[in-house]
């Protein structure tokens, strides 16, 4: 019998070896740079090419940015280690939207909040950081050795600018992150520290911050640069760049319908009763604002609206109110009902979303126009975008759009995590192979984030 099962182990453990030698190889093709070098790459771009998410930019978020996970990839087809200047924690730093409240906040975490209504639930939390306190994160050690050009809230006219490279303050300039980069702060630039680099393939993802920053303050930041004036400078830093025959991969612009920053609160999502109706009407009819009126269910908020004769006016479908509108006020001391109507740095009325659109059109044909000129791949972005809004599936996990919930943006609303990161590196990779001929791995980064829950 011992006989007999050493010979049935035997035949086991031969049926296995030959499976395992004889299995195919189910490894993808052999990886190759194709008609681009990879040797060295720098990367140029405002928040979402710097890792900015949960409102602030932070260590870890930096560390599987957009740029930073391309180049790991980029080692396998002949790239080096990819060098950025790395804020000193992941508390991080972020520009508060709010800055009577704070210059600056930490990166939100999900928590429990106790609200107007004595109601708590699960919400992003965020702290504020005094200007004193904010002390180590204005400060790097670059030396003009960073390969990473991301800036957040940088124009690309910034980026010609030597005083956007000067000390934050207050009254001067009101961007912190440049300044911890700059090879000579004050002196060199965005562009020139980066031209500098001498690299051999940019990745770059620029227009986000002309159209958005606009966009984040409700249109009250000043106007969005003409698509001449972007075009002009977009053709001024790629010309630099390639100056030595670099290649490289820039991505375009997707609708803000598809942020929750924008989205999330709806136009009309004062919901009132018959009761309460009648209450508002009962103030607004008598002083001659009948263009204001009330109805039980769903209704339009008030906002400011300095081109009305009365100075305000109901919202209507097609305007939007930003996330960062005081939520508390909302629910309960009438904000946008009565009195106090919204201020317009929180509402895109109808003229806003028009010049919006109009600019995301404009500077997305600029983008392909100037890919098509210098040989860069082209991102789709926006295409990308409305398909995470759709739902998608990756590694067998859904995605959407969904704020918290959907798992791709961040706790701002506006900012992927590190998973939405990640997943829209993946359409770089795939723009660069399909430009180039290479075969670049794509990314599967269990090591990034996405919310955290308690």
């Known amino acids: 019998m011992k006989k007999v099962i050493t010979l049935k182990i035997s035949f086991f453990l031969s049926v296995v070896f030959s499976i395992i030698c004889c299995s195919p190889n189910l490894e993808g093709p052999e990886p190759k740079p194709g008609d681009a070098d990879f040797s060295k790459t720098v990367a140029v771009g405002g928040n979402y090419m710097a890792g900015y998410q949960d409102g602030a930019l932070y260590m870890k978020g930096q560390q599987y940015s957009i740029p930073a996970l391309l180049a790991e990839q980029f080692k396998l087809v002949g790239g080096t280690a990819f060098r950025q200047v790395m804020m000193p924690d992941n508390t991080g730093l972020g520009l508060n939207s709010k800055p009577w409240e704070s210059w600056f906040i930490g990166a939100s975490h999900l928590g429990n909040k106790t609200d107007c209504k004595g109601v708590t639930s699960l919400s992003p939390l965020k702290s504020q950081i005094s200007l004193s306190a904010a002390a180590p994160y204005l400060t790097g050690t670059a030396g003009n050795t960073t390969q990473s050009f991301t800036v957040p809230y940088a124009t690309i006219a910034d980026y010609f600018n030597p005083a956007f490279g000067e000390p934050f303050s207050p009254t001067g300039n009101k961007n912190p992150y440049y300044n911890r980069i700059a090879g000579n702060p004050g002196v060199s630039t965005m562009y020139t520290d980066a031209k500098d680099q001498n690299a051999s393939f940019i990745t770059a993802w620029v227009g986000m911050e002309e159209i958005y920053n606009f966009a984040s303050s409700g249109g009250a930041s000043g106007n969005i640069p003409t698509a001449s004036v972007f075009s002009n400078y977009l053709d001024s830093l790629l010309r630099g760049l390639t100056a030595n025959g670099a290649k490289g991969v820039i991505a375009n612009i997707p609708d803000f319908r598809v942020f929750p920053y924008y989205t999330l609160v709806a136009w009309d999502n004062a919901v009132i009763t018959q009761e309460q109706a009648d209450d508002l009407n009962d103030v607004y009819t008598p002083s001659g604002l009948e263009h204001i009126n009330f109805h039980e269910g769903r209704n339009g908020f008030v906002i400011d609206d300095l081109l009305h004769p009365t100075g ?93 919930t959907g798992g791709f943006f961040s706790l701002d609303g506006f900012h992927p995590n590190q998973k939405g990161y990640a997943l829209i590196a993946n359409e770089f990779v795939k723009a660069i192979n399909n430009k180039f001929n290479s075969v670049i791995p794509t990314i599967n980064c269990a090591e990034c984030d996405g919310v955290k829950f308690p």
Request: with cysteine.
């Open 312 to 404: 305000f006016r109901q919202l209507h479908t097609g305007e939007y109110i930003t996330l960062s509108v005081p939520l508390d006020s909302m629910k309960c001391e009438q904000y946008g009902l009565l009195v106090n109507t919204i201020h317009d740095r929180y509402v895109l009325d109808s003229s806003e979303v028009y010049e919006i659109d109009q600019a995301i059109y404009s500077y997305n044909s600029v983008i392909a126009q100037k890919a098509a000129q210098y040989n860069f791949a082209l991102v789709d972005v926006n295409n990308y975008f409305n398909s995470v809004k759709a739902g998608i599936k990756w590694n067998g996990v859904d995605y959407n759009t969904t704020f918290v």
